[in-house]
């Protein structure tokens, strides 16, 4: 598969008051902050309010991504596909409550989309002499393939790495344990629902924990006879801010039910088993306000994970546990181009072993058409350059992937596909 994507434009636009500009400009003379963070600060620090107390403010804030693609695909038997489209990728809305000094509400809405609300958060601080953090309500992307939930307005490429979608896009279509249509992604972390504490040592704050115990089934926040419970942990090092930081880690998980095992060629009207799932993903982030370098590795073991045949690419009680992994290693450097910005080139490598589960060029890559059959390798390059005119509030991306799909699941061929994909895509945030 080859991939190129050439921009991202993303535009902030917020309001301050006087008297925070004058501190902010202060602070920039006095060298305590960069010019580009005291922008930053104005805006997203002092976003509309709708209503406000001495305890009580709500903001609204939005993002759309507006995108052209491009995409050429070829299976190396003979079928291809060449077709180009326009759309409107995603409109999210953000609605902010301080509902005490130390309790806040968010909730962001994901359209279009058939599962509109995206996240939703009520969150308490907790602060005293031997217990420091947050406790959540929360549904939203869990701390497992940092990309997902690190991303937001700062993502480094205009799609994220094949892993994402692989472990996190969730096999959501079933319903009461009724199967409607077969998807190759895991279905692991992603978006789920329930509560969770995220913790810092009150020796040394820079040292975080998390426990997460949600529902097993990712994207949509419902529960029927698919669901069962899963639980997500944390122990890492978490120091600086956006712009330059220090973060490295490792997540833990386990979930009771994934996705329904099926035996057979037919589907049947329900299903009885389901398939549990443990994983692990260390994860290495540094940036210093030039230099980037981010990396995560991802292994999880799924009971009945690997497919029957690449011809019949279902589910069976029969096949035997499957553990695919998967890891990518992005590096970036910016160059100064007053008054016009920064200038980021940017390289990621990206590599996945399903371990004979199998996956689908659609279930990873967004809009791509699938073949036929699965593949139990993919790996891909891609070479870019970010131009920042005002940090990741206006910003272009211009970029080329290639990504190769290999090794259908059952031996018993060499097939091979790849896709080319033209990306323009803007992104407005105000």
Known sequence: MLVVILTTVSVVRVYGNSDTSAILDSLVEKGVLTEQEAIDTKKLASAPVVSSSPAQRIRFLQFWHVRYQHMIQDDHDGVSFDKGNFALRRIVPVFLADITENTRYMLTLYLPSSSVINTMRLTHDVDTEYLKGSFWVAHEAMFFCMEEFESGTRIMTPDRSIINMYFGDGDHNYSAGEKRKYTSTLGFSGYHTGVSWHGRYHKNENIIYRVQIVNSKPQR?????????????????????????????????????????????????????????????????????????????????????????????????????????????????????????????????????????????????????????????????????????????????????????RDAPSGLDDRKSDVLMFILQMQLFF
């Open 221 to 405: 926040i419902d529960f029927d006879g698919a669901n069962g419970i899963a639980v997500f942990a944390t122990l890492g090092y978490n120091r600086g801010g956006n712009y330059d930081y220090t973060r490295w880690g490792i997540n833990f998980g386990y979930s009771s039910r994934v996705v329904s095992a099926i035996s057979g060629s037919t589907l049947p009207s329900k299903v009885r088993d389901y398939g549990d799932c443990v994983g692990i993903n260390p994860y290495f982030w540094w940036s210093n306000t030039k230099f980037t370098l981010q990396s995560e590795f991802v292994l999880a073991s799924a009971k009945y994970g690997a497919t029957l045949n690449d011809e019949n690419p279902l589910y069976t009680t029969k096949s035997p546990r499957a553990s695919p992994w998967a890891y990518y290693i992005l590096t970036a450097y910016k160059f100064d181009i007053n008054p016009f910005g920064e200038l980021e080139p940017l390289f990621r490598y990206t590599y996945m072993n399903t371990d004979g589960r199998g996956v689908n060029e659609g279930s990873v890559l967004y809009c791509a058409e699938n073949m036929g059959g699965l593949y139990n390798k993919v790996d891909s390059f891609y070479v870019g350059t970010n131009w920042y005119l005002q940090g990741n509030n206006i910003k272009y991306q211009l970029g080329i992937e290639y990504a190769r799909f």
